[in-house]
């Protein structure tokens, strides 16, 4: 079992930054493709935003985010990352980070096994 904890979210102008953290309090995420989702308020869906491959090599993108935001990992911290830059009003939702230990295709939510609390990210002026 994996128990994920984000941090780093608030209330933020727009054109700001904000960097969440997805670390454990139980068990590890260096064997485990890691990706960020968001839910907006009043919406079931998890959205894709980004995923990280173990090694760190390969990220994958949502292209409202594509250059906005950026997802990394540092597996001595057992952390990953996501900086979010220049950000919107629309990027303000619950930021979820989840853990797939199968090697799925990083972008579909049903592939991972386990998921962290959440943590809110609202951007306003």
């Known amino acids: 079992q994996v128990q994920l904890v984000e941090s780093g979210g608030g209330l933020v102008q727009p054109g700001s930054s904000l960097r969440l953290s997805c670390g454990t309090s139980r068990g590890t995420l260096n064997s485990a493709t890691v990706g960020w989702f968001r839910q907006y308020l009043g919406n079931e869906r998890r959205v894709f935003v980004a995923?990280?491959?173990?090694?760190?090599?390969?990220?994958l993108y949502e292209d409202k985010v594509k250059g906005r935001f950026t997802i990394s990992r540092d597996n001595a911290k057992n952390t990953v990352y996501l900086q979010m830059n220049n950000l919107k009003p629309e990027d303000t939702a619950v930021y979820y980070c989840?853990?797939?230990?199968?090697?799925?295709?990083?972008?579909?939510?049903?592939?991972?096994?386990?998921w962290g609390q959440g943590t809110q990210v609202t951007v306003s002026s």
């Open positions: 995923t990280v491959s173990k090694s760190g090599s390969t990220t």
């Open positions: 989840a853990a797939d230990f199968d090697n799925g295709s990083g972008y579909l939510s049903h592939e991972y096994d386990y």
